[in-house]
């Protein structure tokens, strides 16, 4: 599988399991895929790029928020 279509596949895992959820730990979110943390985090990049979440810096770690 090409670095491009783990990415994507992971943004969809993020995206799925997140949606609807409000603001979740970055930590999370990388505890939910199968897929290394670093291509989560890229992931969360990609999805936060195209408008479909936010990350902000929460009290003690980075939160993620899919937007609906």
Do not use: C, H
């Amino acid at each position: 599988m090409d670095i491009w279509t783990e990415i994507g596949k992971a943004a969809g895992e993020v995206y799925e399991a997140f949606k609807g959820k409000g603001k979740v730990p970055l930590n999370a979110a990388q505890k939910i895929s199968k897929s290394d943390s670093t291509i989560v985090l890229m992931a969360i990049g990609w999805l936060a790029r195209e408008g479909k979440a936010e990350v902000t810096k929460g009290k003690t770690s980075y939160e993620i928020r899919i937007l609906d």
